[in-house]
């Protein structure tokens, strides 16, 4: 109870740490599109088309020469429509003969950049209008650990986090998420986790990817986070045995805290109903205002506004010897955990409405 | 060292399974090497397939249970043990006859082995499916990995049980130099497996809501590695497959051929309906691969034989070029249906531009 204590307090605080320039993002990228959405979108979508445009030119010749005699009719609004169902048919003609390629750990960058972000492009521009700051904190190149706070009852917020991390950040790195077993135990789940660049979070895949040089996402609280009661939001859970720093501190990365908030309010859990979780073989069965209440409705994730902030990295690399000293690992871990938190506190202060513009 | 051997190529050596692909490939490949003096084949029924091919060989009709006295008696250098059974064949004795031929054969040839005062060198063929298939399990597999579930699969649970085997083997014949090789499944132009059967199919059914990853290895690279192992020094147990991975969809569309979801439940149902008519040789085998996928780490292979298998993209190509007869879908085709719906739409709007 004290920590929304500490929130209610905090609030009274805002007009006092808004004004500075921390306030002015909040209408850049909120609802108020006209005046800077029309340059925005273009830029957030040039990852998508620049990806895309060798599609069509590359293997499907046929697919170039149609889209070519676009600019002879250029000013007519359809040729932009011609050129995107030239594109959505080469797509597709590219996927079913299976001309594209996968990692060793599954990730399908083809499908996840025509597909998956732009979905999530919708989801964390459009719905939770989402804020991100601090992306100079990731690397540009090789290897990272981005360890964030995990909430919401379903876990949009790695997706979010990833989807955004990649169109905000100026290397446009694709963030390679850990998932706990279940998420790989359950069918069509696991298959679109493993396509999107997921994995199973443990520590030989995690050293794998970083030792790759890859950007990981690692979210520690597991599933203590994503099911937590709507009454202990933001407060970080336990951080489990801390084998993200290990991990890290075996390949010598540098891990970067990532505060997210706006994941806690998308779907309010009120309660949780243990013995159908248990009978579903699930690690809770939440009930929200509108879950299960609404059906299928009640899947809507509620549009609260989301604020991500990345932190400063934390060099590991002179602790390279110490990856399996419990003392450096809980120390390190503690100090990451507490990053986050302080973070979040601060992240709310900014936004006093969870649900304003 | 032996008189016949030098920089490590031994003198006399003996292939089992030569009645299959492999085994005579292995042991025509063997004998063509100037290094080794005799390649001895050992089968309990002949194959008449591949006489030709086994002119060099010295081929012995055996069971593996009365090889003892053979390796004595042959001064025998080096044992190479191909003879492993992959799927249960209906018409010999079925899952009993596989399982008598892979543990059963496996225990008594390492016994013989054992007794052999000349062996020095023992390779044996193993399988990715020693890794098992668990939801828990990393993404890649290192030679060091533990499987983490017993499989489900006859074939995963002979491996263990072989490999097993074979540490016993090196904690009692130290001076022996073991080869363990982890093959991930066979393809190429000329490969005829389960695996290969179910890619040559026109419709394929795969489990609903899974696309794993694999990995093959090209049987020509295989031959290749299995004749390093023979010829040069390589103690220890390793990774074979092809470099890179393709999606279970992937294949299959580079295959042209059209895939059918199944649910899991039903698949492994269907697979032992099957079986028990006496077509299909899918068991519980394929169905967990084609779950959990199995992907593993070459690194080892590359740095120690110094070669590098050609990709599994570019060993299923070989595959693919030679099973075109079963392709339902071409490029062509889809190119063509693509060129189709543009044209179709650019007269269309040149019509309604021309009306308005």
């Known amino acids: 109870m004290s920590g929304a204590e500490e929130r209610g307090e905090s609030r009274y605080d805002v007009p006092l740490t808004v004004p500075r320039p921390d306030g002015e993002p909040a209408r850049r990228n909120g609802h108020r599109r006209s005046t800077t959405a029309a ?52 797509f597709l003609r590219r996927r079913l003969s299976g001309d594209y390629e996968v990692d060793e750990f599954g990730f399908d960058p083809h499908l996840t950049d025509a597909v998956f972000h732009p979905l999530l492009r919708v989801l964390y521009r459009d719905w939770f209008r989402t804020e991100v700051s601090g992306v100079e904190h990731v690397p540009d190149a090789g290897a990272g650990l981005v360890v964030g706070n995990h909430s919401g009852t379903v876990a949009l917020d790695a997706l979010v986090l990833s989807a955004a991390l990649h169109d905000r950040h100026p290397a446009h790195r694709y963030l390679r998420l850990l998932g706990a077993d279940l998420v790989f135990r359950m069918p069509v789940v696991s298959e679109i986790a493993r396509k999107t660049g997921g994995t199973v979070a ?17 979210f520690p609280e597991g599933f203590k986070g994503v099911g937590k009661l709507y009454a202990d939001r933001y407060k970080l859970q336990r951080f489990g045995r801390g084998g993200f720093v290990s991990a890290a501190l075996r390949t010598g990365t540098p891990i970067v805290p990532v505060a997210i908030v706006g994941g806690e309010e998308i779907y309010p859990m009120l309660a949780d109903i243990k013995p159908l979780a248990r009978l ?72 006093p409405d969870p649900f304003g513009p | 060292m032996t008189p016949g051997g030098t920089s490590g190529a031994p003198g006399a050596v003996v292939v089992t399974g030569v009645g299959r692909y492999l085994g005579a490939h292995v042991a025509a490949r063997l004998a063509a090497d100037p290094r080794i003096d005799r390649v001895i084949g050992v089968d309990p029924t002949p194959n008449p397939e591949f006489a030709d091919l086994l002119d060099g060989v010295e081929r012995i009709r055996l069971d593996l249970d009365s090889l003892g006295g053979l390796l004595a008696d042959l001064d025998v250098d080096a044992v190479v043990h191909l003879a492993l059974a992959t799927a249960p064949d209906p018409q010999h004795g079925g899952r009993a006859a596989m399982k008598e031929q892979n543990v059963i054969g496996t225990m008594q040839l390492l016994a013989a082995c054992q007794r052999a005062p000349r062996l020095r060198k023992l390779v044996v063929r193993s399988s990715t499916a020693a890794y098992g298939a668990s939801f828990r399990d990393p993404a890649v597999f290192t030679e060091e990995t533990e499987p983490r579930e017993v499989p489900r699969g006859g074939f995963g649970r002979d491996i263990l049980d072989i490999e097993g085997y074979v540490r016993g083997f090196r904690r009692r ?136 298998p050609r990709s599994t993209a570019a060993a299923f190509d070989d595959f693919i070029r030679a099973h075109h007869g079963g392709v339902v879908v071409t490029r062509a085709q889809l190119a063509a249906a693509e060129e189709l719906v543009l044209e179709s739409i650019r007269q269309v709007r040149s019509a309604v531009r021309e009306r308005s």
């Open chain 1, 39 to 90: 340059t925005d979108p273009a830029s957030l979508d040039e990852p998508d088309t620049s990806a895309d445009e060798p599609a069509a030119a590359g293997p499907g010749e046929g697919a170039g020469a149609v889209a070519r005699p676009g600019p002879a009719v250029a000013d007519r609004p359809g040729d932009h429509w011609d050129r995107k169902v030239a594109k959505g048919l080469a």
């Open chain 1, 202 to 218: 443990c520590n030989p895949d995690a050293e794998r990817l970083l030792g790759n040089g890859e950007l990981v996402g690692v």
């Open chain 1, 280 to 351: 579903l073989k699930l690690p809770y069965f939440p009930v929200t205002p509108t879950f299960p209440w609404l059906g299928p409705l009640g899947m809507l994730p509620l549009p609260s506004k989301w604020l991500i902030e990345f932190c400063p990295p934390i060099p590991t690399a002179h602790l390279r010897e110490s990856a399996d000293d419990p003392l450096v690992v809980f120390n390190l871990a503690d100090q990451v955990r507490e990053t986050i938190q302080q973070t979040l506190h601060k992240l709310l202060e900014r936004r």
């Open chain 2, 173 to 308: 014949r130290p001076d022996v130099t073991a080869t363990v090789l982890r093959f991930a499944p066979f393809i190429g132009s000329t490969a005829d497996t389960t695996l290969t059967r179910y890619f040559a199919q026109p419709v394929v059914p795969t489990v609903f809501g899974r696309d794993p990853r694999l990995q093959f290895v090209h049987i020509d690279d295989a031959l290749e590695v299995l004749h390093r192992s023979v010829a040069e020094e390589h103690p220890g147990t390793y990774n074979v497959a092809g470099p890179g991975v393709l999606s279970l969809t992937q294949a299959i569309r580079r295959a042209g051929r059209v895939a059918v979801p199944v649910l899991e439940p039903g698949l492994s149902g269907a697979a032992a309906i099957a079986r028990s008519l006496g077509f299909g040789r899918y068991g519980l085998d394929q169905v967990d691969l084609f779950v959990h996928g199995r992907v593993v780490d070459t690194s080892r292979l590359e740095r120690e034989y110094g070669f590098t």
